[in-house]
């Protein structure tokens, strides 16, 4: 899989194309109510033209039941993508409705949701919020007035990335990601909680050093460089551990933890639930963090991971994406927040050839295989006729073909033959 000319122009496309701002009207806000103790925090990344937005709404001392969060830009920024919420804008008017799995918050609990966006002349973050039409306070975080763009969003790819691993170029050297978060209080006890009718779960609880050992192994595919993966006592979901990935841009940094289970009493039917944190958005370039071999494409991998900014699937044999690396595809998907754990389920069908993919419990409607071919999403996917994964091993990691480097957690990882949730 060298980088062709379809990638580098449909990678090019989706940096430059400023796609339709959402029209569809959300829900009718839930009646107003103590709204006023509330905290309303806003944080983005952008880049020339394009920016990811991550709100935070955090209750005070009385719990809410159904929210809706309102603000105005002081920019000309439109929203193009949304997650964990139902967000419409009017001009420069903008409500966020909760989503179906996330409307109540307990007195003093968090949630979070984003939206990815574009912006020409000022992407200034939103001065003030409501809540259910009252005012909430906000501690909005100052967005960069400097329209270029961020290391991990180049406005296209480099040339010499190849997304591949048929070529094996000079790794060069790379800066280390940015220092792992403060550990914030978990739970003890065995984790992960959750995970009824798996066929195994792992929260990494058993591990007694920092090379991970017994059910795990470390692999390093063609190649090994400066990546690096170890048991972390200071960050974790749940428990007291987690693993740590440092994965370094360029070829041959990669790194995997690899399962040495046996998968065959899955069948042909997978369903997989992780927990990942991210210390780094994704970037435009493609990059892997979950890959999984297919006896039935010549031992080649199916994986998980993004480009242009988003959550995306990537068949190594042909370089297939699902989405489509078209604006409207990309717009699809989305992407993975950061600094906060996220948890991410698959399905992987191989005797009907089929995929379905979900975040903090909502599906990916981009990010779906139904064996009907749909311009954006599967269309390219399904150029291949009788396509029947056979899966047979699990590894979780970080694999760059060029560009894209990020510090990033596992933890409470579970597999199974039925959907297993968050």
């Not at 008017?93 to 609990?109: E, K, Q, R, S």
């Not at 979950?290 to 370089?319: F, H, K, T, V």
């Not at 992407?335 to 903090?360: K, M, S």
Request: proline share 8%; glycine share 10%.
């Amino acid at each position: 899989m060298h980088l062709s000319a379809r990638w580098r122009a449909s990678a090019a496309a989706v940096l430059a194309t400023v796609t339709a701002g959402i029209g569809a009207v959300a829900a009718a806000p839930p009646p107003a109510g103590a709204a006023a103790a509330c905290q309303v925090s806003y944080r983005a990344d952008q880049w020339t033209g394009g920016f990811v937005g991550y709100v935070k709404l955090t209750a005070g001392d009385t719990a809410i039941h159904g929210w809706t969060v309102g603000w105005t830009w002081p920019g000309d920024q439109r929203i193009t993508n949304a997650w964990n919420a139902s967000v419409a804008q009017s001009g420069a008017a903008v409500t966020a409705v909760n989503a179906a799995y996330n409307g109540d918050l307990a007195p003093g609990a968090s949630l979070e949701f984003g939206m990815q966006g574009t912006w020409a002349g000022n992407n200034t973050a939103p001065a003030a919020f409501t809540v259910n039409g009252a005012p909430c306070g906000a501690t909005p975080s100052p967005v960069p007035s400097s329209a270029s763009p961020s290391p991990s969003r180049s406005s296209s790819p480099s040339p010499s990335v190849s997304p591949s691993r048929s070529t094996s170029p000079s790794p060069s050297a790379s800066p280390r990601p940015s220092a792992s978060p403060s550990a914030s209080p978990s739970p003890s006890g065995p984790p992960p909680a959750g995970c009824t009718g798996a066929l195994w779960c792992d929260g990494f609880e058993d591990q007694t050093g920092t090379v991970p050992s017994g059910a795990w192994t470390l692999a390093y595919p063609d190649c090994q460089g400066t990546g690096s993966a170890v048991v972390d006592t200071t960050v974790a979901r749940s428990g007291s551990r987690s693993v740590r990935v440092d994965g370094t841009a360029g070829y041959c940094n990669h790194v995997f933890l690899k399962s040495t289970r046996d998968f065959s009493a899955l069948g042909g039917v997978w369903y997989g639930r992780f927990y990942v944190r991210h210390t780094t958005a994704l970037p435009a370039a493609h990059v892997t963090f979950l890959a999984m071999r297919d006896a039935a494409d010549g031992n080649r991998d199916l994986r998980i991971g993004g480009q242009n900014a988003a959550l995306q699937w990537n068949r190594q044999s042909d370089d297939a994406t699902l989405p489509e690396q078209s604006p409207t595809g990309v717009a699809l998907s989305r992407p993975l927040p950061v600094d906060r754990w996220v948890c991410v389920e698959i399905r992987v069908d191989g005797p009907a050839g089929q995929v379905q993919t979900w975040t903090d419990g909502s599906e990916v409607a981009g990010l779906r295989v139904d064996g009907v071919p749909t311009a954006d999403v599967d269309r390219q996917w399904l150029t291949r006729a009788n396509w029947h994964p056979n899966l047979t091993d699990l590894r979780l990691g970080w694999e760059s073909y060029g560009e894209g480097a990020d510090r990033l957690w596992f933890d409470d990882i579970a597999w199974g033959s039925a959907r297993i949730g968050c």
